[in-house]
């Protein structure tokens, strides 16, 4: 099944459609740019995986999502700065042959994650 995510907004009740999300790989203190995206009505990648069963290599990754931005587009007043901004997971794929799902529970003041099925 390869890579996945998914967003939920705990404030609102729902998925986090519209949430800008970025994908990288990382090495070290480095990390390159795999794709962009905004997240569906359902709060999760309207491609479908982000990687597939063949393509997650065995390394490590990041998201960063947009966490400011999203609740902004809701008419959400949030302060100058926000306590939130951008969100990013750094995680590792030990064994690319199973299902790595990354999962982000988030409000403007808390957000939550863990690896999912």
């Given at each position: 099944m390869g890579l996945s995510t998914h967003v939920l907004d705990?404030?609102?009740g729902c998925p986090a459609a519209?949430?800008?999300?970025?994908?990288?790989?990382?090495q070290g203190e480095s990390s390159a740019l795999v794709k962009r995206f905004t997240l569906n009505e359902d709060g999760r990648s309207p491609d479908g995986p982000l990687y597939d069963s063949a393509s997650?290599?065995?390394?490590?990754?990041?998201l960063v999502?947009?966490?400011?931005?999203?609740?902004?587009s809701k008419g959400v007043a949030l302060p100058e700065p926000s306590f939130l901004n951008q969100v990013a997971l750094d995680f590792g794929v030990a064994h690319?042959?199973?299902?790595?799902?990354?999962?982000?529970?988030?409000s403007p003041w808390s957000y939550s994650t863990y690896r999912g099925s």
């Open positions: 705990t404030m609102h519209g949430m800008a999300v970025a994908l990288y790989t990382t997650l290599k065995k390394g490590t990754y990041r999502f947009d966490v400011a931005g999203y609740f902004k690319p042959e199973q299902h790595y799902h990354v999962p982000l529970l988030v």
